[in-house]
């Protein structure tokens, strides 16, 4: 960037220049505010208007690069203050200021001037993102040949990019090619349907943007988005090949029906799961597997090992319509033959209910509800079920030929148990909520290569060579924002190995991971974030020469982005990284830094606001808060009029993560009063954008304590709290009371120094 010339454009719309003196700030930042300068200083009544714009491009022509818009807050009017070659950094006057303070006082005023000057210090010191550019290639690699593999195969084909599909079996089709029967796809959503399979593969052999491999697996893939090199074995041969994007479609497996001998399987030859029931279908005949005689009643056992904390917690979604479809084919298949389904609840998501309803109308199809207890033998290989019916709270004997146990999804991906293990042998540390995150925090090059997962996607990641073990094993990512995503960036999850799915949402579910990949190679062509950060070029850069090896940022970045050689040097895969900064906030030695996001940018910030002295008795508190979450949690308390402590500042960062410690040390050496740091929620239920953000600002705290004690202060001037994006008004509480402890506690005794 050339030499900077910094103009200031101050908005008086919206309240602004009826709450503030706007005209007074130039004259308060130039007389209070050393080394904050700018060269243009304008105001204008509407700025986002055409000759507002029209203002601000004139004094481009003329010079101005580095550009303060001083209006609303950056989340609105994100397009209108974008101009080529300039830096610009928005400052939020008016939720921030003149619709969350008293209009005309002087409190409203100070916070307006340190505002501005901090957006001043800001683009004095940032410069304009340089996009990480390397040559991209617009292969997508989809692993898994079932329902939704072919699917993301086909689709991706469709938009016209090239796809290689692997598949560890002998041919494509998955669970679907082993079905008799599916479940209805329209209205009124009540016959069942013969599987396309056939259709489906043909049409990806008759597709020349598809190379199909089948008997095939991963050897391993390392590199980055746009440049992952895979080695495949197939057939007895590797092969080598580069793709831009991956998408993991490996299905699932039924829950080891060898767990529930309580249920009696593994005991009695005429308790069966629902997948061996399905393999009878294909027979055409549904038989006793201990004399082979036809079955007549059958009894369904729902939730078999499903929704049991010993087992498996969760419900498979999928299970009741399976019974369903059981129920009605065996019917068509043997009028006589009766069904009994035995259910704690029946769940038919979506628009399935006219599906609940045509079993319900067949004369043999008889549903239960209530909690089976056990199977016992009731003589001549029948079969006596347990329960106790919650409907009329009387315990109940239901005698069958053939018992079914509808058992749960399990994912095809890395092994839980195997992970768990190996985590725990190398000390790897377990955060979230109940386990909501396993990541591998310590691993080195040698240690992964003892690692003995399910061996699907070999990843080259010092995290581990498959996606990172959630709560129930499946590697969504768990964003409430971001589907399909996974904390790999560029390798997305698809189908039932991302979450139990039936054949019609896995469709759904391959056809978006199709178009992430998608997405994902098309911007990092151009040097572009994927998500949170869409559209963002900055990407970190490491000065090498200063680092110590101690691994802090190989560790906690939350998405593989670095891997490191055998001496802990981290080696940079920049087109993974999603930009949060976590590296930056982790490293001690300030060595990492983006174009427009550094230590010393925001220390400039944090120094730029004006500190009064101890005797006009009006403290200073530095709020740090979360771009995710937090800053438009305060952006809605603004515009809801809510008013907030006018003696906090806010820097708004990208993640709690990248807070480093040397900003709170600044902060306190300035004569800040308190700290207030804002972040997502942790955990399963509400997790933050970036992962382990906030989570990582709680391990870091000690290195907070121990600042506070070398500077002795209290403890009580740092403050850390974690809040969802709607709670705007809960917000504003913490920020007054954090304020009224400051005052409590006093001012710092640094003030003036």
């Known amino acids: 960037m050339s030499e900077k010339k910094v103009a200031v454009y101050i908005c008086k719309g919206c309240d602004i220049g009826k709450s503030i003196n706007v005209d007074a700030i130039q004259e308060a930042i130039d007389e209070d505010y050393d080394e904050i300068e700018a060269d243009i200083w304008q105001t204008h009544d509407c700025l986002c208007a055409d000759e507002g714009i029209e203002l601000i491009k004139k004094d481009i022509g003329e ?9 609303c807050s950056s989340r609105f009017k994100t397009t209108d ?9 928005r400052v939020n006057l008016r939720e921030h200021v003149v619709w969350s303070h008293e209009a005309g006082h002087e409190d409203t005023q100070m916070l307006a001037n340190d505002y501005v000057a901090m957006g001043i210090a800001r683009v004095g010191k940032a410069e304009i993102p340089e996009p990480f550019s390397e040559e991209i290639n617009k292969t997508i690699l989809v692993v898994g040949g079932g329902h939704s593999g072919m699917t993301a195969a086909l689709e991706t084909a469709k938009a016209g990019y090239e796809v290689v599909l692997v598949e560890k079996e002998d041919k494509l089709g998955g669970w679907r ?4 029967r599916v ?14 399979v056939n259709e489906r593969i043909e049409e990806l052999q008759g597709n020349d943007k598809v190379t199909i491999h089948t008997s095939a697996s991963i050897e391993k893939i390392a590199g980055q988005p746009g440049q992952f090199d895979v080695t495949l074995k197939t057939n007895g041969s590797t092969e080598n090949f580069r793709v831009g994007a991956i998408i993991q479609a490996t299905g699932w497996q039924p829950y080891d029906a060898n767990k529930l001998g309580h249920l009696g399987y593994g005991k009695f030859k005429n308790v069966i799961t629902n997948v061996e029931l399905e393999e009878q279908f294909t027979q055409g005949k549904v038989t006793r597997p201990s004399d082979g005689k036809p079955a007549k009643r059958i009894a369904f056992i729902q939730c078999a090992g499903s929704r049991d ?3 498996l917690p969760y419900c498979s979604a999928v299970c009741c319509r399976a019974t369903l479809k059981h129920s009605i084919r065996i019917r068509e298949l043997d009028g006589e033959a009766q069904a009994f389904v035995l259910y704690k609840d029946i769940r038919t998501p979506g628009q399935f209910e006219g599906f609940y309803l045509r079993a319900q109308e067949d004369p043999g199809i008889f549903f239960m509800k209530g909690e089976v207890e056990k199977v016992e033998d009731a003589g001549g290989d029948n079969l006596t079920v347990e329960m106790t019916d919650t409907l009329i709270d009387e315990h109940v004997k239901v005698e069958a030929d053939l018992v079914v146990l509808a058992t749960g999804m399990v994912p095809n991906s890395a092994d839980g148990e195997t992970i768990r293990k190996y985590t725990d042998s190398l000390g790897i540390i377990e955060k979230g909520e109940e386990g909501a995150q396993l990541e591998m925090a310590k691993t080195t090059s040698e240690e992964l290569k003892s690692y003995e997962g399910t061996e699907i996607l070999n990843l080259d990641y010092r995290q581990g060579p498959d996606f990172p073990v959630l709560k129930y094993n499946f590697p969504d990512s768990h964003f409430i924002c971001f589907p399909y995503e996974t904390r790999r960036t560029g390798i997305y999850a698809a189908g039932c190995m991302r979450a139990p799915n039936d054949t019609d949402a896995c469709r759904e579910d391959a056809t978006g991971a199709a178009l992430k990949a998608i997405q994902c190679l098309e911007l990092a062509e151009k040097g572009y974030a994927v998500h949170p950060r869409w559209g963002d070029q900055s990407w970190p850069e490491f000065a090498m020469q200063r680092c110590t090896q101690c691994k802090r940022c ?6 593989g982005t670095l891997n490191e050689d055998a001496k802990g040097t981290p080696l940079e895969n920049p087109l993974r990284c999603r930009r949060c900064g976590i590296c930056l906030g982790a490293c001690p030695e300030r060595i990492v830094s983006f174009k427009d996001y550094a230590v010393n940018i925001i220390s400039a910030m944090i120094k730029a606001v004006h500190v009064p002295d101890e005797d006009e008795e009006k403290p200073r508190m530095l709020g740090l808060i979360c771009e995710n979450d937090a800053y438009p949690a305060l952006d809605l308390a603004g515009m809801k009029r809510i008013q907030h402590s006018a003696f906090i500042r806010f820097i708004p960062v990208r993640c709690l993560g990248s807070v ?23 955990g399963d239920d509400y997790q933050c954008h970036y992962i382990r ?11 907070i304590q121990e600042k506070l004690k070398q500077l002795a202060l209290e403890e009580e001037r740092v403050r850390v709290e974690e809040i969802s994006i709607t709670d705007g008004e809960k917000l504003v509480q913490i920020i007054n009371e954090f304020a009224e402890q400051i005052e409590e506690v006093g001012m710092n005794p640094f003030k003036g120094f």
Do not use: Q
Not at 554 to 559: D, L, N, S, V, Y
């Open 693 to 703: 953000g906030s989570e990582l600002m709680g391990t870091r705290g000690e290195n």
């Open 177 to 180: 090619g082993k079905f008799s």
């Open 63 to 71: 010079g101005a690069n580095a550009l303060v818009v001083a209006a």
């Open 309 to 311: 904390e010993e087992h």
């Open 660 to 682: 480093n410690v040397v900003w709170i040390a600044d902060a306190l050496s300035k004569g800040y009063d308190g700290i207030l740091l804002v972040g997502c929620k942790s």
């Open 81 to 89: 203050f974008l101009f080529d070659g300039c830096f610009t950094d």
């Open 183 to 196: 479940f209805p796809t329209s209205s009124p959503y009540r016959e069942l349907l013969e599987p396309d």
């Open 554 to 559: 190989t560790e906690e970045c939350p998405f």
